[in-house]
């Protein structure tokens, strides 16, 4: 095979090489990792029209169609306008007619305008999991028409609780959804159900006081769980009306220096969440000089430094009154060459507008 | 007499009635459910009809009110004490059949049982008067007509009310609630009861002394010691668990200062039965569960002789964690009973 491809314009538009020469892999996004299930039948049509007939569950929720020709992109990008549209369009809210929120004419029949900001994964969430705190994929849902469609490379897991299947702590913007909780000691029985849960299962903040026969907390640790309302046998511990987020930055993986995120905010509302989520290409822009690269987030707050990042990803947020924010992160990375970061000053990075 | 109200004059009914009288009835408390994004529907003051949930069964039961789950008991300074005072405003419950009948089981174990009447019990049950709420059938953890708890009398409720998205019918009983319901359209309203659930449940006859030892020793109960937590969720959403215990709550450095409160107390918390040298006659989940069973289908009615315990509101099936199924467990006694009754040849 001696094709002329060019294969960054190819992965812009959501197909990725492959091993044989001209052969191509179609990654769908599913924001939040939930979509009707009629859209398997378009899973199922590409695969048997266009690709070998198999389907791989996407690392990031994608669908992944193995084993489509080159030629057959147009094809395939065809019969894509409606997934795209009912899906990204309509579902989310997304403008397919901008990058980056700049006017830039979709045509319908071309696919996806680009790869950029990346499928963002979402565990079931309270739509079904009796721990989890949030709906992911409604939240997925209003992300996706913030930071998609965008050239620029933003990695987003949401996870509906502490707990954190969907690894929140190991993408750029780890979204997790908590509640803060309310203790009723009127109804509270003092079987410290609660103190046995927390300890075994969270951050062991609860305690029962012998003298009282109520349950004391140290409210300053609890991650928000929310695993004692769960348990209570009473209800004497409920959530507030409206579910709160942390946001854990930085996390990644990858072959120089991987590293689970740390945490950036605290008791965030949602609110909050997608005002911050607003900035992002105008940090994203700003790093590099207006000239995205395949470079994810994290590397951008690297090259920015944390403070920078703080500056301009909180300008205009108003901050919810329970809401923390870290004054700085030191990430623990792991170096698997020791003093990776040590080198001719000729090789680091800069960030920001070039003069 | 009977009233028909629309939603606006319901609401001006309920206001007037929240002046004279604690109100109190099964209100939403948004997102307050066990799991997010889940409502708890718990009895609370009202002072507005559309407050009160009728649509469905309140996830704890209206003893609430008549037994909190805490309560102040006596205050005391070293060698001193005083009762906690009585409320003097008079309460209206909002309730379902199985909720009303459930307090004459109350009664029986507080007001009078082995001679002794519960002051704290008894003064709060003479303030209150029931307004029986139509039950719309309930759901399907509902077996009150099997319990033979689905009816009431006249003399047990001072009004009879059906809600509707249109506002409420009411038929007056109580003299003293007439007055309220002045210049309303009357009607021809009286209370229906349900007549059949969806699920029906058949109490085994347990009479036979040694079946009910061989029943105590089946291997029936051993599943629960894997699948029970022990939370006691059941009994504190039963319509007519009693049990508290007593807790001395000291205010300071003294510790000859503080109050005694009662609080519920539930037989399927480990410990509930400890006695002294760590003594513990139920030390397992199956056992505590055998112990409730029994109670509520034998030993109550054993003892007072009238009926069971049990009245079929289904509440501990709705809250049980676990999804343990009061229903389905009486069902397995049955069969347990019966293969207990064929090996000894008494079938």
């Known amino acids: ?55 791989h569950f996407g690392t990031r929720q994608t669908f992944d169609i193995p084993g489509i020709q080159y030629d057959d992109i147009p094809a395939v990008n065809e019969y894509l306008e409606t997934y795209i549209r009912e899906v990204d369009s309509e579902m989310c809210g997304a403008d397919m007619n901008t990058v980056a929120h700049e006017p830039h004419p979709w045509d319908p029949k071309s696919g996806y305008p680009t790869i950029g900001a990346r499928n963002i994964t979402g565990c079931i969430g309270n739509y079904h999991c009796i721990c989890g705190n949030i709906n992911t994929f409604e939240l997925a849902r209003k992300i996706e028409s913030i930071i998609f469609p965008s050239h620029y490379h933003i990695k987003i897991n949401i996870s509906g609780c502490p707990n954190d299947c969907n690894k ?9 959804g908590t509640s803060k909780i309310d203790y009723h000691p009127e109804r509270c029985l003092g079987c410290a159900r609660c103190v046995e849960q927390c300890e075994h299962a969270a951050t062991r903040v609860l305690s029962l006081n012998e003298a ?47 590293r689970a995120g740390k945490m950036f905010l605290n008791w965030a509302s949602e609110d909050v969440i997608l005002g911050v989520l607003k900035n ?40 919810n009154p329970e809401c923390l924010v870290a004054e700085d992160i030191f990430w623990h990375e792991t170096e698997y060459r020791s003093n990776f970061n040590v080198k001719p000053l000729s090789m680091h990075h800069t960030a920001g507008p070039k003069a | 007499m009977s ?10 009914v309920l206001g007037a009635l929240a002046e004279k009288y604690g109100v109190y009835a099964p209100k939403r408390f948004v997102n307050q459910g ?30 609430e009110v008549i037994n909190p789950i805490q309560q102040a008991i006596f205050y005391f300074t070293e060698d001193e004490y005083r009762a906690s005072k009585a409320k003097e405003q008079p309460v209206l419950i909002f309730a379902r059949p199985c909720d009303i009948n459930a307090q004459k089981i109350q009664a029986k174990i507080l007001a009078g049982n082995g001679g002794f009447t519960d002051m704290y019990y008894e003064r709060m049950r003479e303030r209150v008067k029931f307004i029986l709420m139509d039950c719309n059938g309930g759901d399907d953890t509902c077996f009150c007509v099997s319990m033979g708890s689905n009816t009431v009398d006249e003399s047990d409720y001072a009004a009879a009310v059906k809600f509707s998205d249109q506002g409420m019918e009411v038929k007056v009983i109580d003299p003293e609630l007439e007055p309220f319901f002045a210049g309303c359209d009357t009607c021809g309203f009286t209370p229906e009861f349900v007549k059949e659930n969806e699920l029906k449940v058949t109490v085994p006859d347990l009479s036979d002394k040694e079946v009910r030892l061989a029943l105590k020793k089946h291997p029936m109960w051993q599943e629960f010691n894997s699948r029970c937590v022990s939370c006691g969720a059941c009994t504190v959403a039963c319509s007519t668990c009693t049990c508290f215990t007593t807790r001395d709550v000291i205010y300071g450095e003294n510790p000859e200062v503080g109050e005694r409160r009662r609080v519920t107390a ?38 007072f002789g009238d009926r069971h315990m049990c009245v079929g509101c289904g509440r501990c099936t709705h809250r049980c964690p676990e999804l343990i199924s009061i229903s389905a467990t009486v069902n397995k006694v049955n069969a347990a009973v019966e293969e207990i009754k064929a090996s000894m040849g008494k079938a």
Not at chain 1, 242 to 252: D, E
Not at chain 1, 292 to 317: C, M, N, Q, S, W
Not at chain 2, 289 to 294: A, H, I, P, S
């Open chain 2, 266 to 303: 539930s037989c399927q918390i480990a410990g509930f039965d400890q006695m002294a040298g760590q003594r513990e006659f139920r030390s397992t989940a199956g056992d505590r569960m055998r112990f409730k069973v029994l109670h509520k289908f034998h030993d109550y009615k054993a003892r």
């Open chain 1, 212 to 258: 009282t026969g109520k349950i004391e907390k140290d409210p300053c640790c609890c991650v928000g769980c929310a695993e004692c309302a769960r348990v209570c046998p009473a209800s004497a511990w409920t959530r507030r009306e409206k579910p709160l987020y942390k946001v854990i930055l930085g996390g990644r993986t990858g072959r120089q220096t991987p």
């Open chain 1, 168 to 176: 929140a702590h190991m993408c750029d913007f780890g979204i997790i």
């Open chain 2, 34 to 63: 066990r799991y997010s994004a889940t409502d708890s529907i718990r009895y609370d003051k009202v002072s507005s009809a559309s407050e009160i949930v009728w649509q469905v069964k309140s996830d704890y039961p209206a003893k």
């Open chain 1, 1 to 55: 095979m001696n094709r002329d491809i060019n294969v960054k314009k190819v992965r812009l538009n959501c197909f990725r090489q492959s091993k044989v020469p001209g052969v191509f892999m179609l990654q769908m996004r599913v924001p939040g990792g939930t979509v009707a299930a009629k859209y398997l039948t378009y899973v199922q049509h590409i695969a048997e029209t266009w690709g070998d007939g198999s389907f």
């Open chain 2, 3 to 12: 009233y028909i109200l629309n939603t606006q004059q319901a609401d001006k």
């Open chain 1, 280 to 319: 992002w290409q105008k940090f994203s822009a700003w790093v590099m000089d207006y000239k995205p690269e395949y470079l994810h987030g994290g590397h951008l707050i690297d090259r920015a430094g944390y403070k920078k990042f703080k500056e301009i990803i909180l300008e205009g947020v108003e901050l």
